[in-house]
């Protein structure tokens, strides 16, 4: 049984408030010693607790006091522990991000939504795109492109008319943002075990930046991105929301 909680909250004055009600009821565990791990927010929040070290092996059970919080769970504050036992829980593997820079540097990043580069001037960027080192197109002219996880393929990936993809579909969502040419385009759907690796085309001139979640790469000449088994991640959810029945229901509603 789960009853050692330890709770995060956003900045803004809900999220405080709520961690203030929590924490008076059901007490501020410390996080090493904690069963779970409750964040107070919205997904932003959720992927920076996902993000510590520490939630490896602690199961994440996220309460919605943000604006969208499509993985959070309502906030209810009363019989907190029951539903936190009561919770279905899903692994969740993020996508990892290796970026060069213009200037020659190395910059890793975990993403647990998506991993987008994009332009960073009024100029189109122009992308090489390889798949396990086979070039798959010689040149993408578009705002940007992103490699997005199932988990995240609701977010960023879906308001660019990206698919949404089931967790058990082991398929990553590649998906252009706003592309000119080739104009028709919508992207691909790849087996989870593919590396993919976008390569800018004139950097000088067409600047590039690159995110992995909240982790922002400036002037980025290549991004490789692939998924990462040996981080795992435990997502708890109530058994009338759970995150498999959000993603199926999200495709319904016009």
Same mark, same amino acid.
């Given at each position: 049984?789960?009853? /050692?909680?330890?709770? %995060?909250? &956003?900045?803004?004055?809900?999220? *405080?408030?709520?961690?203030?009600?929590?924490? *008076?009821?059901?007490? *501020?565990?410390?996080?090493?010693?904690?069963?779970?791990?409750?964040?107070?927010?919205?997904?932003?929040?959720?992927?920076?607790? #996902?993000?510590?070290?520490?939630?490896?092996?602690?199961?994440?059970?996220?309460?919605?006091?943000?604006?969208?919080?499509?993985?959070?769970?309502?906030?209810?504050?009363?019989?907190?522990?029951?539903?936190?036992?009561?919770?279905?829980?899903?692994?969740?593997?993020?996508?990892?991000?290796?970026?060069?820079?213009?200037?020659?540097?190395?910059?890793?990043?975990? &993403?647990?939504?998506?991993?987008?580069?994009?332009?960073?001037? /009024?100029?189109?960027?122009?992308?090489?795109?390889?798949?396990?080192?086979?070039?798959?197109?010689?040149?993408?002219?578009?705002?940007?492109?992103?490699?997005?996880?199932?988990?995240?393929?609701?977010?960023?990936?879906?308001?660019?008319?990206?698919?949404?993809?089931?967790?058990?579909?082991?398929? #990553?969502?590649?998906?252009?943002?706003?592309?000119?040419?080739?104009?028709?385009?919508?992207?691909?759907?790849?087996?989870?075990?593919?590396? %993919?690796?976008?390569?800018?085309?004139?950097?000088?001139?067409?600047?590039?930046?690159?995110? &992995?979640?909240?982790?922002?790469?400036?002037?980025?000449?290549?991004?490789?991105?692939?998924?990462?088994? !040996?981080?795992?991640?435990?997502?708890?959810?109530?058994?009338?929301?759970? #995150?498999?029945? !959000?993603?199926?229901?999200?495709?319904? %509603?016009?």
């Amino acid at each position: 049984m789960m009853k /050692h909680i330890h709770f %995060i909250a &956003a900045p803004h004055d809900k999220a *405080q408030s709520a961690l203030i009600e929590l924490t *008076q009821t059901y007490g *501020q565990c410390d996080i090493d010693k904690a069963d779970v791990i409750v964040p107070l927010g919205g997904d932003g929040t959720l992927l920076e607790t #996902l993000s510590k070290d520490i939630t490896q092996n602690v199961p994440v059970f996220g309460m919605n006091k943000g604006s969208v919080g499509f993985l959070m769970n309502p906030y209810r504050p009363e019989d907190l522990i029951e539903r936190i036992n009561k919770a279905q829980s899903y692994e969740i593997h993020p996508l990892r991000m290796r970026a060069t820079t213009a200037d020659g540097q190395t910059v890793e990043g975990v &993403a647990f939504n998506e991993v987008a580069v994009f332009r960073a001037t /009024h100029h189109a960027a122009k992308i090489s795109i390889y798949v396990d080192e086979h070039q798959r197109m010689a040149e993408l002219i578009a705002d940007g492109v992103m490699v997005a996880s199932p988990a995240g393929s609701t977010a960023y990936n879906f308001s660019a008319h990206g698919p949404i993809l089931p967790l058990g579909a082991n398929l #990553l969502a590649l998906t252009p943002i706003s592309p000119f040419r080739p104009r028709r385009w919508r992207g691909a759907l790849l087996p989870q075990h593919h590396e %993919i690796r976008f390569k800018v085309n004139d950097p000088e001139n067409r600047p590039v930046n690159a995110t &992995a979640d909240s982790i922002e790469v400036k002037n980025v000449v290549e991004v490789a991105i692939w998924q990462s088994k !040996r981080i795992q991640r435990h997502l708890l959810f109530d058994p009338e929301q759970n #995150l498999e029945e !959000r993603i199926i229901s999200e495709q319904f %509603i016009i």
